[in-house]
């Protein structure tokens, strides 16, 4: 059974480089897209990034200018750094596993296997 | 980029049907997923593709899609349903590949 191992800095103060990480155990590294999530307090889900075994990488427009998604096939990990933090960068971050596909005329896409999630804290 | 729409809250009475929607147009080309998240742990997946549960989710959550529309769908919704639910597609629309959530939907069983 796949499972997602993260880590990282929960503290931060303002201009600091949030650094993630995130094991992938018990499966396939390659044919996934590999996400970051988070979740501002009492809000919802935003998505930041993927980037998949050959480090092919697309970005939430909003957070572009500011986010770093790498890979690291050899260990079977994927990373996160997102420069020049703000309070309201304060959330929990999540990674995930991402798997698509297509029915035909219709696509799929779903996050079926989740980290447990990083509490990270923007404070001066 | 392309948005998908929740109404933020909906309640049930215990042992009903509950319908929770999502809109955007991504959900032309794309089937939605749609996660259960209660608070302080991480969302679960509970319906992927056409109308497909992944292992250990009950049968009473379902999927369904019409147009820019898709639902889920709790057939006798038990306590431990009330959560937050969120949609999700790949963007379509081809200016910004990448990935899209509703804002998710408090559901409360009554």
């Known amino acids: 059974q796949v499972q997602l191992q993260q880590w990282g800095a929960g503290l931060l103060k303002p201009s600091e480089t949030l650094s993630l990480t995130c094991a992938v155990y018990?499966?396939?590294?390659?044919?996934?897209?590999w996400s970051w999530i988070r979740q501002p307090p009492g809000k919802g889900l935003e998505w930041i990034g993927e980037?998949?075994?050959?480090?092919?990488?697309n970005y939430n427009p909003s957070l572009k200018s500011r986010v770093t998604i790498s890979v690291d096939t050899s260990k079977n990990q994927f990373s996160l750094k997102l420069s020049s933090v703000t309070a309201a960068d304060t959330a929990v971050y999540y990674c995930?596993?991402?798997?698509?596909?297509?029915?035909?005329?219709?696509?799929?896409?779903?996050?079926?296997?989740w980290g447990k999630g990083t509490t990270v804290t923007v404070s001066s | 980029s392309s948005e998908l729409t929740q109404d933020p809250a909906v309640s049930v009475a215990l042992g009903q049907t509950v319908r929770i929607t999502c809109q955007g147009d991504?959900?032309?080309?794309?089937?939605a997923s749609w996660y259960q998240q209660k608070p302080g742990q991480a969302p679960v997946l509970v319906i992927y593709g056409k109308n497909n549960r992944p292992s250990g989710i009950p049968d009473r959550f379902s999927g369904s899609s019409s147009g820019n529309t898709a639902s889920l769908t709790i057939t006798g919704a038990q306590a431990e349903d009330e959560a937050d639910y969120y949609c999700?597609?790949?963007?379509?629309?081809?200016?910004?590949?990448?990935?899209?959530f509703g804002g998710g939907t408090k559901l409360t069983v009554l």
């Open positions: 995930a596993r991402g798997d698509y596909g297509d029915y035909g005329r219709y696509y799929y896409y779903y996050m079926d296997v």
């Open positions: 991504s959900l032309r080309s794309y089937y």
């Open positions: 999700n597609s790949r963007d379509s629309s081809g200016n910004h590949p990448g990935v899209v």
């Open positions: 018990g499966g396939s590294f390659s044919g996934y897209y």
């Open positions: 980037i998949n075994h050959s480090g092919s990488t």
